[in-house]
């Protein structure tokens, strides 16, 4: 299993540095919310969870409409019905925070305060006949009663109406331009310019083009990262099962070494030399 790499540096995608701007995730909560034609900018803080302690990629989303709501929204490309046990989970954190942040005791005898959790997934991958709504119990048990569940409401509607449909747009016009220039500075280049000649995020390509570019090339740099990565630990473990191949070959001593390095091509004559030498010595 590969483990998340120590982080190296606080990243955005283009997603978290979107809706870091109050203004578009105003617009975020409307879209939502279009019968709420009140709220205010100042009425919604950001309670994103801040990943600082690995540099693995996160679509996470936390906000808070006064005291009366808590809204919890993740960006996704792959499908899981996974994502509802981490929607879950990124919740409860939430919620810990929340009453440590507003001084609420949990132990005590009054009963605390807390505002209503909705959960949401954008889901910018091909539609597989996934429901409007996902649940805890029915897909994970068969739709019993249990003692806790969680809903999470998938978007998924391209519409350049509003930010999440403009939002799902410019991901998949970026997976489409990826499949035309591979990772290249091309890729994004093209993504924005249809963007904008769509009317996609227009302002925020226009005003961020230079950041949002940077950022995106940031991700390619990582990709390759994690492949070379992952190409190093799938090395290691070939290797070091090749090592196990060959010492039990060498303990059964039917083979010369010559013959055994035929049977494992990515081990050397002289280190099955010194293999067989640690045999020798286990005898």
């Known amino acids: 299993m590969i483990q998340n790499t120590p982080k190296r540096k606080i990243k955005d995608s283009v997603f978290t540095n979107l809706f870091q701007n109050k203004k578009y995730l105003l617009q975020l909560y409307k879209a939502l919310h279009p019968e709420d034609n009140c709220v205010t900018e100042d009425e919604i803080a950001d309670i994103t969870i801040k990943h600082v302690l690995v540099d693995a990629d996160y679509n996470d989303l936390g906000f808070s409409v006064g005291n009366r709501l808590m809204v919890l929204v993740e960006s996704q490309s792959t499908w899981t019905f996974n994502i509802i046990i981490r929607a879950l989970m990124y919740l409860i954190q939430t919620y810990h925070d929340y009453f440590k942040r507003t001084n609420q005791n949990l132990y005590g005898s009054k009963k605390v305060n807390m505002p209503k959790p909705e959960l949401y997934v954008i889901y910018t991958g091909d539609r597989k006949n996934i429901s409007d709504t996902i649940s ?141 030498a640690e045999v020798i010595q286990l005898v």
């Open 136 to 276: 805890l119990s029915k897909e994970f048990f068969g739709g019993t009663k249990i003692a806790i569940d969680a809903k999470v409401k998938v978007l998924y509607e391209e519409n350049e109406k509003d930010i999440i449909g403009q939002y799902i747009i410019f991901s998949k016009v970026y997976n489409k331009q990826k499949k035309l220039y591979g990772n290249s500075k091309q890729t994004i280049i093209e993504t924005i310019r249809i963007c904008k000649n769509r009317n996609v995020l227009k302002e925020y390509f226009e005003s961020k083009e230079k950041e949002v570019i940077d950022i995106m090339m940031t991700l390619f740099d990582d990709q390759q990262i994690l492949k070379a990565y992952t190409k190093d630990i799938e090395d290691s473990a070939a290797r070091e099962a090749e090592k196990r191949t060959a010492k039990r070959l060498i303990k059964k001593g039917k083979m010369s070494l010559d013959e055994i390095a035929d049977c494992v091509p990515a081990l050397s004559l002289d280190e099955l030399k010194e293999l067989e």
